[in-house]
């Protein structure tokens, strides 16, 4: 049996010879090893494990998948998506290193005990996004065609507008649409501060609120949410960014230290992207990566209706996205 096993792989060995077989040492490394994986655009497993925060809304997603995409297939690292609430455990978890990078966080929403890792240097801030958001009161189109003074929110002080929006759960006042309780949102302060009669009834995530403004949009019925741009439900349900009054920097102050006393409008936003001050060294390819990472206000207008209005996988919608656009995301590679 051992006489007979080698006679044959004797023969393979001419076999291979013929064809152009290397010798066994080439052929492990060309066969798929760690190294000729890296360099041929996969990912190799000796690297770290970076892992990218995304936040329960559709931008976010998106950034986060455009950027797996390319720091898997360009630079060669796994990458982990870590779904984390826009709170403080995403700010412990990249001071501690344990998460390494978010791609989109709204000033608006950063309070005071949250700008401290920032202070004390163990989140560093690594540039602007790209895209400018703004968060509001939002209605649709055809309730300020029908009711004009909606279109500020003087024209929310009276009885008549809490009845137009009651609901059984609110009585006599009107019901106002938040959305996630986890975000970074101050309406009830607004409403109480304002002296308005109406109370605010959470949908409990961003889908839940899709899904009622399409049905009060179809059945033409009265909503007043919170909502934010860009979006791509604000194009679809050709929504109106309420006037509240004027952001100031006392109110924004307010804001930051969650003291109560907001009773302004949500600023402008500049988006921001933040990471572990670890990252740098675990790796520094993909620090510059990041620092370079950029997503405008129309690249997300670009991906967002693919995926929520046709209901696309985000990951097939940032491919869709990275294979369109090697002229934007050549210029972040290190």
């Known amino acids: ?33 760690t190294e000729s994986t890296a360099a041929s655009g996969g990912v190799d497993s000796s690297k770290p494990t970076i892992s990218l925060i995304v936040n329960p809304w ?14 898997e297939s360009q630079l060669g690292y796994p990458v982990e998506i870590t779904e984390v609430n826009e709170n403080d455990a995403m700010f ?15 000033p608006s929403g950063v309070t005071d005990a949250e700008t401290a890792y920032f202070d004390d240097g163990s989140v560093v801030n690594i540039g602007e996004l790209g895209a400018v958001g703004k968060i509001g009161w939002f209605v649709p189109q055809y309730l300020i065609d029908e009711h004009p003074e909606l279109a500020t929110w003087e024209g929310f002080k009276s009885a008549d507008a809490a009845a137009l929006f009651a609901s059984p759960e609110t009585g006599d006042n009107g019901r106002f649409l938040g959305t996630d309780p986890s975000y970074s949102q101050y309406d009830e302060q ?16 961003e889908p839940a609120t899709v899904a009622e403004l399409d049905a009060k ?9 919170y909502w934010w741009t860009p979006t791509a439900a604000v194009a679809k349900y050709d929504l109106v960014n309420v006037e509240l009054p004027a952001y100031t920097d006392e109110c924004g102050a ?7 006393g907001v009773d302004c409008d949500y600023p402008e936003d500049v988006l921001f992207k933040a990471a572990s001050a ?24 670009e991906m967002l209706p693919p995926m929520e209005i046709d209901g696309e996988a985000p990951d097939k ?15 972040w590679l290190p």
């Open 190 to 205: 607004i409403i109480a501060n304002l002296e308005l009669p109406f109370q605010v009834v959470f949908s409990g995530s």
């Open 92 to 106: 412990t978890g990249m001071a501690d290193g344990t998460l390494d990078a978010v791609l989109e966080i709204w």
């Open 217 to 225: 949009a179809a059945a033409g019925e009265p909503i007043v949410m």
């Open 254 to 260: 307010s804001q930051a230290a969650g003291d109560g």
């Open 1 to 33: 049996m051992k006489k007979k096993t080698s006679v044959l792989l004797a023969l393979l060995a001419l076999v291979l010879a013929a064809c152009g077989g290397g010798d066994a040492g080439s052929d492990a490394t060309d066969g798929g090893g």
């Open 58 to 71: 559709s931008a976010s997603r998106l950034n986060v998948e455009v950027a797996k995409n390319l720091i």
């Open 278 to 301: 670890q990252l740098e060294e675990k790796a520094p390819d993909v620090w510059t990566f990041l620092n370079n990472f950029t997503i405008t206000t129309d690249d997300q207008l």
């Open 317 to 331: 919608v940032a491919a869709d996205w990275v294979a369109a656009h090697e002229d934007v995301w050549s210029a």
